[in-house]
């Protein structure tokens, strides 16, 4: 079964610390990864899309990485702020047409 | 570029009730999605359009369940006979297929409905 799990389903950080949030999935035959960020009650905003090919993406202070053959992806955050706070999600496409989500980490960035 | 744009931003209905979502994807997409997703989970695929064609329906789309994308543009999602268990937030998201790879999908900002 093709599964995507996020731990830890929350996490408080200090403003200005450095971050790491997991994304695990079964199956690592993926097609791509992609993290999306998503306030509350809002929809989801994409971050960083990961093909299966690639093995990281950096989009500012954002840096996801990509090791299949583990089944892992990490979303990397430098230098956190409060307007980082967050829901992040991974989502894991196998075969370009639907994508399965992970339940997400709600990060808490304080000031 | 406009956006994903969805149609009610919330829905309050009665059991037993009929109701329709629309979406509007992002003009040049040729793909549109719809999810599902509950409190303090994540987004639970239903159905994907390539053009004015279904392509693919989870196995969550019971036959109460209908989504049409009748000119390649728009979508509406409809659901009869609503259960308290439908409340949830509906997302439509779309992207740009092709040939060279899987393409971002853009989000909406969801229909949140809920059936009292």
């Known amino acids: 079964k093709q599964e995507v799990t996020q731990i830890p389903a929350a996490l408080s950080v200090p403003e200005g610390e450095n971050l790491v949030l997991n994304c695990s999935f079964t199956?690592?035959?993926?097609?791509?990864l992609q993290w999306f960020r998503q306030d509350p009650g809002k929809g989801l905003t994409s971050l960083l899309l990961?093909?299966?090919?690639?093995r990281e993406q950096t989009s500012g202070r954002l840096n996801a990485s990509l090791d299949k053959s583990s089944g892992r992806s990490t979303l990397y955050i430098a230098a956190s702020q409060p307007g980082d706070s967050a829901t992040y999600l991974c989502?894991?496409?196998?075969?370009?047409?639907?994508?399965?989500f992970g339940a997400g980490t709600r990060l808490t960035v304080k000031p | 570029d406009t956006g994903v744009s969805q149609d009610p931003r919330h829905k309050i209905t009665k059991r037993g009730q009929n109701v329709t979502f629309r979406c509007d994807p992002i003009?040049?997409?040729?793909?549109l999605y719809w999810y599902r997703q509950t409190l303090g989970q994540g987004p639970e695929f239903l159905t994907y359009?390539?053009?004015?064609?279904?392509?693919?329906k989870s196995r969550l789309l019971s036959d109460r369940f209908s989504a049409e994308r009748p000119k390649g543009s728009f979508s509406t999602l409809e659901i009869q006979r609503t259960e308290q268990g439908d409340s949830a937030m509906y997302l439509c998201?779309?992207?740009?297929?092709?040939?060279?790879?899987?393409?971002?999908?853009?989000f909406g900002p969801g229909t949140r409905l809920t059936v009292l």
């Open positions: 003009s040049e997409h040729n793909r």
């Open positions: 998201a779309s992207s740009l297929s092709g040939t060279s790879g899987g393409h971002t999908q853009y």
């Open positions: 990961i093909q299966s090919s690639q």
């Open positions: 989502a894991v496409s196998w075969n370009n047409n639907d994508m399965r």
């Open positions: 359009f390539q053009n004015e064609a279904q392509l693919e």
């Open positions: 199956d690592s035959a993926i097609y791509n």
